[in-house]
């Protein structure tokens, strides 16, 4: 009886970890909101004043609007803030795929 009370509970513990492990938004595919935020920053395809390959962070959000907000980015070149937040701030996005209210993560590549 000891041990099939263990294992019950061994086996309810194990179907809570799986169950909380995933996430809603990790099964989403951003592909079109993706395109469209490169065809943003692809305006100026080369980004003058970079000694090498720079590989940026950033955090959006979108607003009631579904104009993009950018939260944060995480490079220290002031140049190459300006010119992300400038260049998405406020630019609708057409792609259904965030709602309102929702944010999204994703990284740059800054060729030399």
């Given at each position: 009886m000891k041990k099939l009370f263990l294992s019950v509970i061994?086996?309810?513990l194990m179907s809570t970890a799986f169950a909380a492990d995933k996430s809603p938004n990790t099964a989403?595919?951003?592909d079109e909101?993706?395109?469209e935020l490169t065809?943003?920053?692809?305006?100026y395809p080369n980004f003058s004043g970079l000694d090498h390959e720079v590989v940026v962070k950033v955090r959006i959000a979108i607003n009631e609007k579904h104009e993009i907000v950018v939260m944060s980015t995480d490079t220290t070149n002031d140049d190459l803030n300006y010119y992300i937040k400038n260049t998405l701030n406020y630019q609708k996005l057409f792609s259904e795929e965030l709602q309102a209210g929702?944010?999204?993560v994703f990284l740059v590549k800054f060729a030399k």
């Open positions: 061994v086996t309810l989403k595919n951003f909101t993706y395109k065809k943003m920053l692809n305006t929702r944010g999204l």
